[in-house]
């Protein structure tokens, strides 16, 4: 292979970062390990899970006989992340901690102190994902400084790496990936992109990893693990008391703890109903969070909406979006979701509205709308605005229908067109 090239591995102490590992050092690369601490505390059985990770993922590194190390983001996750995940629910918007600590902690903290502490010609992780790149083209890249411009100079040479879904579409993680810098993806290398979750566990039982097989997923935010969220945000945020009210008659049906415990298009509870009530809108000035009667209530439901400057992962926008300011792409706000048809208008400030080819269910501001073209990743944008409702859509209809039939009856003259 010529030059040994260093490549540094983010280690989770789970399955797919320590296959990554192993088929890294196969391919004769000098691999260092290092696991990544970013959060400070016990789950609600009082177990610290974040020791147990660590050290599964040096009982990785010494089967391998990688250096191993260890990192402490702790700090850097609560001013960056968390503390930024409170002030959103606060506003009553519902966050992607996922998608937020792979931008600011995984993909910017750590790969600085990959390549710049640590000294490698890469960093590599467990994503299901692939680029554009192969791998030895990565060791090529050249550091260059992000544009401060909105867009880059027109007639600057570029060829920027793209972000590919990886081969395993029910595993593909490129919806965590989609706020990532131009910069972290051309210095990163992902050895699961081309196999499926079945090989890598097969990979991992061959390697005598049956430990790791035998670990649940990783599920719920980010690092802090599977909890009672309600109990959870309330250890951070005051309660704040307000009514669940009714969408259809304004009745008051029972109170909340607090509408930064409640998201879209849950279920609602309120005691002492025998029917299911859906969150459907919050009205943050009054504290009221607006229910419906039906899980598919046309309350819930939207087909455009708003995003804030949106973050492409190949820096500029599409061609054809920035030369017609409209793409027809494919959309979605939560991973593993169908992929909906959508079209795209670019704003001046870099924002963009969303129009999708249907109404779809809890559409919630603070998540990301994350566009893909084809198998491409294209990136994503903070939904910060959302259109009306099929059930405001259906009430102006009927209320338009009605003034139509008033103005029939009376025998007055239609409007001028």
């Known amino acids: 292979m010529g030059l040994i090239r260093h490549v540094v591995c983010a280690m989770s102490g789970g399955v797919d970062s320590s ?33 147990k990770d660590c050290e599964d993922a040096y009982r990785v590194c010494q089967a391998l006989d990688i250096t191993f190390h260890e990192v402490s983001y702790v700090k850097e996750y609560w001013h ?52 554009s790149q192969e791998d030895e083209e990565v060791f090529q890249q050249k550091h260059a400084a992000p544009s401060t411009r909105l867009f880059r100079d027109r007639f600057e040479i570029r060829n920027p790496v793209r972000l590919y879904k990886g081969a395993d579409l029910l595993k593909d993680q490129t919806f965590f990936l989609s706020q990532i810098s131009q910069d972290a993806v051309r210095q990163t290398i992902f050895p699961l992109a081309g196999l499926t979750k079945d090989f890598v566990k ?14 649940k997923e ?22 704040k008391p307000g009514n669940y009210v009714s969408i259809r008659d304004g009745t008051v049906l ?56 949106f973050h492409w992962i190949t820096v500029d926008p599409p061609r054809e979006l920035a030369q017609t300011q409209m793409m ?11 992929l909906t048809p959508c079209t795209v208008t ?29 198998d491409e ?14 059930y405001t859509l259906q009430r102006g209809r009927e209320r338009l229908a009605a003034a139509a039939m008033l103005r029939s009856e009376q025998g007055s003259p239609e409007p001028a067109s």
């Not at 027809?328 to 169908?338: D, G, L, N, S, T």
């Open 19 to 51: 296959v990554a590992a192993l088929l890294l050092k196969r391919r004769g690369y000098n691999v260092s390990g290092v696991f990544m601490k970013n959060w400070d505390s016990l789950d609600e059985r009082g177990v610290c899970t974040t020791e």
């Open 346 to 374: 670019l704003n001046m400030d870099g924002s963009v509205w969303i129009s999708l080819s249907k109404p779809l269910r809890a559409l919630t501001p603070g998540q990301f709308a994350v566009l893909y073209k084809g």
């Open 328 to 338: 027809e792409c494919h959309f979605r706000f939560i991973h593993q979701m169908p």
């Open 377 to 390: 990743c294209l990136g994503s944008g903070k939904i910060v605005r959302l259109g009306p409702s099929e």
């Open 218 to 239: 990783s599920m719920g935010i980010c690092f802090i693990g599977q909890r009672n969220f309600e109990n959870f945000i309330l250890e951070y945020l005051e309660p």
């Open 254 to 309: 029972g109170k909340h703890k607090g509408w930064f415990t409640l998201t879209l298009g849950q279920r609602a509870k309120i005691g002492g109903l025998h029917e299911a009530w859906f969150v459907v809108d919050k009205d943050i000035s009054t504290g009221d969070v607006l229910v419906a009667p039906d899980t598919i209530h046309p309350a819930l439901y939207r087909d455009t909406m708003q995003t804030d400057r």
């Open 80 to 131: 960056k992340v968390f503390s930024y995940l409170l002030k959103e629910y606060e506003k009553g918007w519902t966050p992607n901690p996922d998608i937020l600590c792979n931008k600011h902690i995984k993909f910017s903290h750590f790969h600085h102190y990959a390549v710049n502490t640590l000294g490698a010609d890469a960093m590599a992780t467990g994503h299901y994902a692939r680029t």
């Open 202 to 215: 097969k990979i991992a039982a061959e390697a005598g990893f049956h430990h790791l097989l035998q670990k």
